[in-house]
């Protein structure tokens, strides 16, 4: 009965690969490249890398370029106007991380979103200037550069500002994700200028999109660095945005913003060696628990998808999610018990009640007490492996698709809405259906808890896989599911990224699971251990770069969206 269920399972994916083949023939490179790939959610983003790479940039140098270009040709993710996470890999073999999260500004108050009666309003942390934190992408940007990079700003800038200038054909699916957004950006001016038609009609595949405001921001930035944007004339127009929308960002709090280098999160799973990102970033807490939590449950002998390996998994992800919720936060600002919670003492006791039988009720499992023992939706992440041995993954977002619409007049760019990342009111569910706590509660200067989780494996001292996504809290379930697709069943880069994904993140109390590649047969069997299965499209968007012991660059990107894979 296993092996049939294990053939039935390979028929499906090779059918879901043959898909994803015809409806996007870019998502995996078919052939290694051996100096280098770039891998991304949007084509042109891509070349704008690879076009570094080729010019002699090494792989932070195209990762900024990648980033910029994102700005203009993936407006709803891409982003200035956000923040997020960066795990470096550098030559030396040693590995870094940088946090560029978004910040609470300094007038932020612990219960700014809530109504005359003490009940969370999410309009208020969703849309419009209140929901923005200070933004962090360009520090990150040129953090990052001015340390380990090889170019100058305004050489790894020059596409993205070609292409705000001069314009780019807008593909179906940007046509029609600002053709959705149009009700929300009409509310502002300045996004009504640029992402709304005039003339009332819809955008359509093959429209000239021209970006011109932004293209003088950009060329602010690369003529000027940080002072581009932190200060003077962008500075002043973020600031005149914010009031005109209700935000409270201040000119002081965009010239005090800086991103922090931190240490990264390690782990060890089946010879792999794991950096990921720390908190505020929770996807690599939350992956070292998982990872810790399946180790003696012999995963790969349960088979791929089955609906033991999804049980397992499951039962795993719930309980490092309800550790996540309560536990983590802004580690400037609380302190955070990291060790402990990644303890092999504690993680067994946190398994300790796993039963392969039978799924565990959410309401009925708390946060693991570490003290009593003795011990949109729209993000992007983006790639990108040289020949030097530098690997980069970056995660960044603007949160809601779109942000929190609201464009800087003036200055072209949309602007985050963070802020409801934070827990405005303990209990009360996010945009994803989140559960935060006192940890992650609003206070000024603090950073916001993230599900974003760039991701750098190695083995034997190599890198051999590099990844992360874009989803909300799916981005760590997938990211993780990615990397095991690997690990455990020995799957490619194009394998990896197309099997079908399953997502539990403790509440609400249900497993997701993508469309028809679940079987009637392993829906049933979940639910009979007791599991609420819920179906639906799509999980994420991943992209992964792979590197074989022979050196040899595979790059893959999510055919659930129009990505892209690019090397030499």
């Known amino acids: 009965m296993m092996n049939l269920i294990k ?3 390979k028929i499906l994916l090779i059918c879901f690969l043959m898909y994803c083949s015809v409806v996007n023939a870019q998502i995996a490179s078919p052939e290694p490249f051996r100096n280098g790939v770039v891998s991304s959610a949007e084509e042109r983003a891509t070349q704008a890398g690879l076009e570094i790479l080729k010019q002699g940039g090494n792989a932070i140098d195209a990762a900024v370029a990648v980033q910029f270009a994102l700005a203009v040709t993936l407006p709803r993710a891409g982003n200035i106007g956000g923040g997020g996470f960066m795990v470096l890999h550098l030559e030396d073999g040693s590995v870094r991380t940088l946090d560029f999260r978004e910040k609470a500004p300094n007038r932020a108050s612990r219960n700014m979103f809530l109504d005359s ?3 969370f309003d999410p309009d208020l942390s969703q849309k419009g200037g209140l929901a923005s934190g200070v933004p962090g992408t360009v520090d990150g940007m040129i953090t990052a550069l001015e340390r380990y990079g090889t170019l100058p700003l305004e050489v790894v800038m020059e596409p993205a500002i070609s292409l705000a200038r001069e314009g780019y054909r807008l593909s179906s699916s940007q046509a029609a994700s600002m053709n959705r957004a149009a009700e929300n950006l009409r509310q502002f001016n300045g996004s009504k200028e640029i992402y709304v038609k005039s003339s009332g009609e819809s955008w359509k595949k093959g429209d000239l999109f021209v970006q011109s405001d932004l293209a003088e921001t950009l060329a602010r930035i690369a003529a000027m660095g940080r002072r581009g944007f932190y200060s003077g004339l962008t500075a002043r127009l973020i600031v005149d945005e914010m009031q005109r929308t209700g935000g409270i960002l201040t000119l002081r709090d965009l010239r005090d913003y800086r991103s922090v280098w931190r240490d990264p999160v390690k782990t060890s799973f089946r010879g792999y060696d794991l950096y990921m990102m ?3 970033s929770s996807g690599g807490f939350v992956m070292a628990q998982v990872l810790g939590m399946i ?6 002998g349960l088979g791929f998808n089955t609906a033991a390996y999804v049980h397992l998994l499951s039962e795993a992800f719930r309980r490092s999610f309800a550790d996540r919720n309560y536990w983590l936060g802004d580690p400037d600002f609380v302190e955070i018990p990291s060790s402990r919670l990644t303890g092999p003492w504690y993680i067994s006791e946190r398994m300790s009640d796993f039963d392969p039988s039978r799924a565990t009720e959410s309401e009925r499992l708390a946060y693991g007490d570490v003290f009593e023992l003795v011990e949109p939706e729209e993000t992007t992440l983006f790639n990108v492996v040289d020949s030097r041995g530098n690997a980069v993954a970056v995660n960044t977002t603007l949160n809601g698709s779109f942000g929190s619409y609201v464009t800087v007049t003036g200055a072209g760019f949309l602007l985050n809405n963070e802020m409801d990342d934070f827990s405005a009111k303990p209990g009360a569910p996010n945009m994803f259906g989140l559960i ?5 509660a609003i206070e000024p200067g603090k950073r916001m808890l993230s599900s974003m989780s760039p991701t750098i494996a190695m083995k034997n001292g190599q890198v051999r896989f590099v990844g992360g996504g874009a989803g909300g809290p799916t981005i760590i379930t997938a990211t993780l599911q990615n990397f095991l697709n690997m690990a455990l069943f020995g799957m490619n880069a194009k394998e990896a990224i197309a099997a079908p994904r399953f997502h539990h993140q403790w509440l ?3 497993i997701l699971v993508e469309g028809l590649y679940f079987s009637d047969d392993t829906i049933r069997m979940l639910e009979e251990k007791g599991h609420s299965v819920v179906r639906r499209n799509s999980i994420a968007l991943i992209h992964t770069i792979l590197i074989d012991e022979e050196g040899n660059i595979f ?14």
């Open 295 to 300: 180790s003696d449950h012999e995963p790969e």
């Open 436 to 440: 935060g706590a006192e940890a992650n």
């Open 117 to 119: 009666e003490g009940e």
């Open 7 to 9: 053939y039935l399972y």
């Open 508 to 510: 609400p109390d249900r």
């Open 278 to 280: 720390g908190p505020p």
């Open 555 to 568: 790059g893959a990107s999510d055919s659930r969206h129009n990505g892209s894979v690019a090397g030499y």
